[in-house]
């Protein structure tokens, strides 16, 4: 039932990809931040610090104002690793999205606005990085550009739902899914995997088609996204990324792609090679379907 997932402060659905008419959510608070700078939006233009080699400096996303018992949001280091097989372009920044005792990363132009996404009804965790200035309700709201994740998609049913209309295998056991099926627009494109158990997807969307599970998508340029499950009953994770073509979107989103790859569960579970070639058959994918 798509009321397993939690439930929000104000009226409106929960999106992990649309997350959908009906479905009513408590959200654990509003990220609004002051202001973004001028021309630059949270971070400014300046120079970033250097870090050693294999890792990146951190680009600290604001956290969201939690209700009273949770835990803090968790503090992000100065510099986090960079996984073999992953290239930042000199564009784009690490973001680290920090939740009560837990943070994730993801790449995205290091000039765009961060915005935090946390359910308190469910644990769900995700974040927006997009231009402009930050939104009070990023996973309502519609972005032209954007990299989103979905680091925690929240509830047994919401995993399914996240990965069954681009991974049959969510639902093999006998699953229910509750998503809308794929655009017949898109393109699908399993990675190779070799381990069991572990489905990887990469989907490409073409401008102006708004695909219901991917919020990345809809705007005038074409979307990548990854979407990962582990079966049985996941978890399920995903990624999409939207950079106009004046902002390199090729190196870009196979950077974003590929680190949240390289970091989610599901790779996490891959042997070294494994990995390395599902990294590259992405890259490859990007890079074609972006061309």
Known sequence: MRGTRGMR???????????RAGSRRVRAGVLVAAAALA???????????????????VRVCPAETLPPGLPSPAAAPASAPVPDGVVLPPSAALFAARYPGDVQYLVAPGDWTCDVVFFAGDGGEQAFVHPGPPVADPAGARFASVVQAV??????????DLACPFIPQATASGGICNSPPHQGADRLHPLPVRTP??????????AGTREPDLPATGGPDRTVALVTFQTPGGPGQE?????PASASPVPTCQAALGHFLATSAAGRQLPPAD????????DAFVAAYLA
């Open 197 to 206: 158990g572990v489905f990887l997807t990469a989907v490409g969307v073409p």
């Open 239 to 243: 990624i999409g990324c939207t950079v």
């Open 9 to 19: 402060g104000r009226a409106g659905s929960r999106r992990t990809g649309s997350r």
């Open 275 to 282: 990995l390395a070639a599902a990294l590259a058959d992405l």
């Open 39 to 57: 021309g630059g939006g949270q971070f400014g233009s300046g120079a970033w610090p250097a870090a050693a080699a294999g890792t990146a400096p």
């Open 151 to 160: 680091f925690v998609s929240g509830g047994a049913q919401t995993n399914i």
